[in-house]
């Protein structure tokens, strides 16, 4: 192995480390513990989570595919500002759709009581869905998660030949049957890893589930840790689920191991989109307007009322440090992860060996653990490291170092790094993919180094997919809780903390104002962000 | 029959019209080629008969089917017809025999592998059916593109420079294959090139375009010999063009008296320039008309030469490369064409 | 590049807002406790003293696991959790230390602080029973041992048994009736509730009230949050409800009461400033904080009570050591998994 292969691995290996930490519980004893949950729990959460997993594979699907096939290759009412707008759910942390939901819709609620007042129903009269159930679960995760498959398969329809498309209409499909045929498929990829992000999400969380009383997997986990205060078992179970995820995502590359989807054509002058007219043009204006309206506006909206009306804790002089540690924190994670991302992806095209892809998978599992596993992966070995260091310096020269690395900033970010990088390498790897090979091959010839290629060939083609990909980590780190709760320092706050906080102690009403903040906070980039995507996307179409 | 008849069809892109009544028929079973420089309105021509392009004005007919008006244009899908890509838009996603069959429907499973176990042997890539189109080689996609549109037997297949990627050797050969392919199928066919050689080894009529214009449509043989403007003269083959009088018996050139291919329209008298083919002339010794030798291509078999007649005018001149003249020799030309083509001068 | 400008630009605007100063007179705090019910107090500690107390919040387990991890080098000084059990368990974990303090021991019952004084509780919250007015008369109700009577079938709406407070619940019915009767009890409880559990115990309150079911189970201070609440809604429905003391009997235990409690970790370097704190938490100012700011009841004798802790009248708690709840928490969870509480 070359030397760039060994810089390769041994990044991909520090990112890993928590990970791998975790996993390295497997060589402990399996303890009885295990017999209780086989016994008891397991069948019931693993069939959980399956439907779990199933449900929202369905809602993020139709939900994101729909949509950005209408505004990628549509015309209708309201397309250039739904395109955008179909990502702000993606601003709203899962746990407080949930809240905001519940509130809304729980037998208790405004919508529930309005009814019962109307008909003089009683409880028991009348059938209501109940949210707090697996297919609410189902639906809020759906709501919050569709806009990654909507980012990727939107990016992949834009980025479609035309001809190809064209091909399909004169072997006699209609415009939707080339979708169905040519266009799917070729999405796939994009499509699969929108679909992945979003399920990996699904197994790490915690907190719509458990507010939901479904008992998953990630359950399990935590009442080993919580309830039978055996972190083993915790870390044991945390590596099973990793498992299936990769064996998931190894069967996935598997079925699709030839075919090839970057374009065999060139890019062509993109045909007008299809002008729709009537009841056609109202339907696609409704399907993009619906998850716009419920993964959004109306929870937003009840966060704001409850912010307005009856929050008894106000956002005092401390609200402008919460915002400034939520968005510094986001944006240095986000551009530490979207860097590394780049780094490994583009280690992977260039070397090409598998020691180097099963490093950069090994790298990415991160996302699929719940945030508070991660946390603790990462809080051993820098504990390690700095007690070893501290012991080591005391015997040697009598001084003592303390913690450098636990409960720092640094750590953190880590810790951000290690659990969102998969988000990033998925962006990138996609946006890599698209770009033929033989363009490296030009570039070297041309007298670029590799860095030069990556630099001067790939980074402005990928600007696009460089901003997806940071806005995605920055995202995700604006609402991330569980690593940010553990691994913080003193006296660091930030809005998911506060929000959390408010909520656990269930107070939702007085958590309205800092999810709101995380919402508006998440907004502004969402939308800077996809318009410099937008702008980004090479665009032979528009003359 | 008529399988395909454009009636004055105009196409405007925003305000600018790129096509402009164009009128055209094609037989059954008949290849046709549309021929002109990039730009000039062929590759859209070629989309209004697929149904990609709005008419602004104008009628597509197929038969007796109405294919576009100015305010209809029937779906694509439903148009029966197949087209090949300038850059094949081979499905990447699928392997070869997937995509020749993608087009096929309403079909038994059986009648489906019968078809494409013949078009793959038509093609020459039996066994092939199994990959994907990024293991095969260019000449080879090219062939999957024509086999994948011309799968379902469509009333008319159309090809979009479909020898643009390739190198010239190859492209001869494949014009030639493709043919016969189109001829055996009895498949009529509408292809847009630039190149008036493709268009030569393919087509039983071409129809150049300039500026959005029809400017001949017509069989190659005629539009060679009798082109009906300067640009398709020019375009079509090598020519040279002398300053000419109509006279009595024809056109006077520096080359002499020769007599007018058809009866066109001159007056006595007026000036004319005469289109003068490589071919046209002839090295005569005897001849009182000399020319100056000025410069020489090597082609192989021939050499290319020009020649400074006195007039001032050059003139180009195929002779056998096993005959050498030297630069700056002076020789005798005459005229081997029995007629000439004359046009009006700028 | 400006890419790497900007990272590094964000990393230094990071590192100015984590200031811990290496000021002499501070004291580092992990706490369970959320920030808005604990740093009021902090801060009049601050003013008081001149101490400057640096603050974590999060979840106990975490806490704990960190403290762990961090072992002699840990920046902690104090540990406050939200329930005896995880002070229980940071003592076998090795990571507390005995305080010696009169004035602890003085004030702080000797069943709300541990034997060995490795932890101290703070303040007090009970888990009694909520009746809907009008639909149950409290002549029904006696014990918790009692609900698992027929008469209950579909009628009870209690959370999760991934909940510490239930946990606590069946590690206190484990002491007194001992595991197999508790099992016993809870194969016939789950019976009895009227959904599948969900939510938090304001939800079970708000259940009751919405008439899903007739009683409630659920902790004194999340009724007296939504009494006391800005919602009408929540006013409302907790208005609706009453509370029922169980297990009053002059021989029975009392109410399961549990604590949110303090310990000094083993790493603590600031140790007579944490101690100050420790003491000034079980003040008389301190005390009737935790009353008015969050319904619980204080430690501390004769502390300042509330009008709404008033109202509720007096009772009997249960005696047990609290240590006990840590020790049989693994039994409490694996008990109620067996009987199919979710």
Wanted: proline share 4%; hydrophobic share 45%.
């Amino acid at each position: 192995m070359g030397i760039r292969t060994w810089w390769v691995v041994g990044i991909a290996l520090i990112m890993a480390l928590p990970v791998l930490v975790v996993a390295s519980f497997v060589l402990e004893p399996f303890n009885d513990n295990w017999q209780h949950l086989l016994d008891n729990l397991l069948a019931d959460y693993i069939t959980n989570s399956l439907l779990l997993m199933l449900g929202v594979t369905v809602g993020v699907l139709s939900m994101g595919i729909i949509c950005a096939w209408l505004t990628s290759t549509c015309e209708f009412p309201g397309r250039r500002a739904l395109s955008w707008l179909l990502l702000l759910p993606l601003a709203i942390p899962a746990y407080i759709i949930a809240y905001t939901y519940t509130g809304i819709l729980d037998f208790a609620g405004p919508v529930q009581s309005q009814l019962r007042d109307w008909f003089g129903w009683r409880y028991g009269d009348y059938w209501f869905p109940e949210i707090r159930s697996l297919t609410g679960a189902i639906a809020m995760l759906s709501l919050v998660l569709y806009p990654y498959v909507y980012m990727m398969s939107r990016a992949a329809f834009l980025e479609q030949s035309v001809a190809v498309l064209e091909a399909s209409r004169t072997l006699g499909c209609t415009p939707f049957q080339g979708f169905q045929r040519v266009a799917l498929p070729l999405a796939r990829p994009a499509i699969i890893t929108g679909l992945s992000l979003a399920l990996m999400e699904t197994l790490a969380d915690y907190g719509t589930v458990q507010y939901f009383g479904v008992n998953t997997f990630t359950t399990g986990i935590f009442k080993s840790w919580y309830g039978l205060d055996d972190s083993v078992t915790a870390a044991q179970l945390s590596t099973l689920l990793l498992s299936f995820v990769v064996v998931l995502i190894f069967m996935e590359r598997y079925s699709r191991r030839h075919a090839r989807f970057h374009s065999t054509s060139n890019t062509e002058n993109r045909g007008q989109r299809y002008k729709l007219k009537g009841w056609s043009a109202f339907w696609a204006t409704f399907a993009c307007v619906l998850p716009v309206l419920f993964g959004f506006i109306v929870p937003a909206v009840q966060l704001l009322y409850w912010t307005l009306n009856n929050a008894d804790y106000a956002l005092g002089s401390e609200f402008f440090s919460l915002v400034l540690n939520s968005l510094l924190l986001a944006i240095a994670a986000a551009f530490v992860a979207v860097s590394l991302a780049l780094l490994l992806s583009y280690a992977k095209r260039l070397l090409k060996t598998p020691t180097v892809k099963a490093s950069v998978a090994v790298a990415s599992i991160g996302y699929a653990v719940p945030g508070t596993v991660i946390a603790v992966g990462v809080l051993l070995p820098f504990a390690w490291i700095d007690n070893t260091l501290d012991a080591w310096m005391r015997s040697t020269f009598d001084v003592s170092t303390g913690l450098l690395l636990s409960g720092t900033i640094f750590a953190l970010i880590f810790a951000y790094t290690v659990r969102f990088l998969s988000v990033s390498v998925q962006a990138v790897d996609a946006g890599l993919s698209k770009i033929k090979p033989s363009m490296d091959d030009a570039g070297r010839s041309l007298g670029l180094s590799p860095f030069g290629v990556l630099r001067k060939i790939h980074l402005p083609l990928m600007k696009g997919t460089v901003l997806t990909a940071l806005l995605l980590v920055f995202v995700d780190v604006l609402k991330e809780l569980p690593a940010t709760l553990i691994l913080r320092p003193f006296n660091f706050n930030t809005l998911a903390v506060r929000s959390y906080e408010m909520a656990s102690d269930e107070r939702l009403a007085d958590a309205g104002a800092p999810s709101l903040m995380i919402v508006l906070a998440g907004i502004i980039p969402v939308i800077l962000l996809s318009r410099a995507i937008a702008q980004a996307r090479p665009q032979g179409a528009k003359k | 029959m008529s399988v395909l008849t454009l009636d004055k069809v105009c196409v405007a892109f925003d305000s600018k019209r790129v096509l402009e009544d164009i009128s055209l028929r094609l037989d059954d079973g008949e290849i046709a080629c549309l021929l002109g420089p990039s730009g000039c309105g062929k590759t859209t021509l070629l989309r209004s008969i697929a149904g990609f392009q709005v008419l602004q004005s104008g009628e597509i007919h197929s038969g007796a089917t109405v294919l576009s008006t100015s305010n209809f244009t029937a779906p694509t899908e439903n148009r029966q017809i197949g087209m090949v890509f300038q850059d094949f838009a081979l499905f990447p996603h699928l392997t070869i025999g997937d995509n020749i069959c993608f087009g096929i429907r309403h079909q038994s499973k059986s009648d489906k592998r019968q078809r494409l176990a013949e078009l793959l042997e038509l093609i020459g890539l039996v066994g092939f059916d199994g990959r994907y189109p990024h293991e095969l080689s260019g000449g080879q996609q090219q062939r999957v593109a024509l086999a994948r549109a011309m799968a379902s037997k469509p009333r008319l297949l159309l090809l979009d420079e479909p020898f643009s990627s390739m190198d010239v050797e190859l492209r001869s050969s494949l014009a030639k294959e493709i043919r016969s392919i189109l001829k055996h199928e009895g498949i009529t066919s509408v292809m847009v090139t630039h190149d008036q050689h493709e268009a030569f080894n393919m087509a039983d009529r071409i129809g150049v375009l300039s500026a959005g214009k029809l400017l001949q449509w017509d069989d190659a043989q005629t539009l060679y010999h009798q082109p009906k403007t300067a640009f398709v003269a020019h375009f079509v083959g090598r020519s040279d063009f002398l300053q000419g009088e109509i006279v009595e018996q024809g056109v006077k050139t520096a080359l002499g008296v020769s007599p007018l291919r058809e009866q066109q329209a001159f007056k006595l008298g007026q000036q004319v320039n005469a289109l003068i083919r490589p071919e046209y002339l002839k090295i005569d010794k005897q001849s009182p008309i000399k020319a100056a030798l000025i410069s020489r291509q090597f082609r192989g078999g021939f050499y290319l030469y020009v020649l400074r007649l006195t007039s001032g005018e050059s003139v180009q001149l195929l002779l056998s490369s096993l005959m050498q003249y030297e630069l700056g020799d002076t020789v005798g030309l005459a005229l081997s064409a029995e007629h000439l083509s004359v046009f009006e001068s700028e | 590049m400006k890419f790497f400008t900007l990272t590094a630009i964000a990393g230094l605007l990071l590192a100015s807002a984590v200031s811990v100063s290496a000021d002499e007179k501070e004291v580092n705090l992990y706490s369970a406790r959320k920030e808005n019910l604990i740093k009021p107090l902090l801060e009049k500690f601050t003013t008081e003293t001149g101490v400057k107390v640096n603050l974590v919040t999060g979840g106990a387990d975490t806490l704990l696991k960190r403290l762990k991890s961090e072992g002699v080098n840990s920046p902690a000084d104090l540990l406050i959790t939200t329930d005896a059990g995880r002070l229980y368990r940071a003592k076998e974990a090795g990571v507390i230390r005995a305080v010696e303090s009169d004035v602890l021991d003085k004030i702080v019952p000797t069943n709300l602080r541990d034997p060995e004084s490795y932890w101290f509780g703070l303040s007090m919250r009970a888990r009694p029973i909520f009746y809907v007015k009008g639909k149950v008369d409290p002549s029904e109700l006696s014990t918790y041992e009692a609900l698992n009577d027929d008469k209950w079938e579909g009628r009870v709406c209690i959370r999760s048994s991934s909940n510490i407070y239930n946990q606590s619940l069946v590690a206190s019915m484990i002491a007194s009736d001992g595991l197999e009767k508790t099992q016993e009890w809870a194969n016939g409880f789950v019976k009895t509730f009227a959904q599948p559990p969900k939510g938090g115990d304001r939800d079970q309150i708000k259940a009751a009230a919405a008439g899903i079911c007739d009683v409630a189970i659920a902790n004194t201070y999340y009724y007296g949050g939504m009494l006391n609440s800005n919602d009408e809604e929540q006013i409302e429905a907790a208005n609706k409800l009453a509370i029922f003391w169980p297990n009053q009997g002059e021989n029975d235990r009392g109410v399961h009461v549990n604590v949110s409690g303090i310990a000094m970790t083993k790493a603590a370097k600031n140790v007579d400033n944490a101690k100050l704190l420790m003491e000034f938490l079980v003040g008389v100012e301190a005390q009737a904080f935790y009353a008015q700011v969050n319904n619980e009841y204080p430690v501390r004798e004769g502390a300042e009570s509330t009008e709404t802790l008033k109202s509720w009248g007096e009772f009997k708690a249960d005696e047990l050591n609290l240590s006990v709840l840590g020790e049989n928490n693994s039994d409490a969870v694996k008990l109620m998994d067996r009987a199919g509480w979710k």
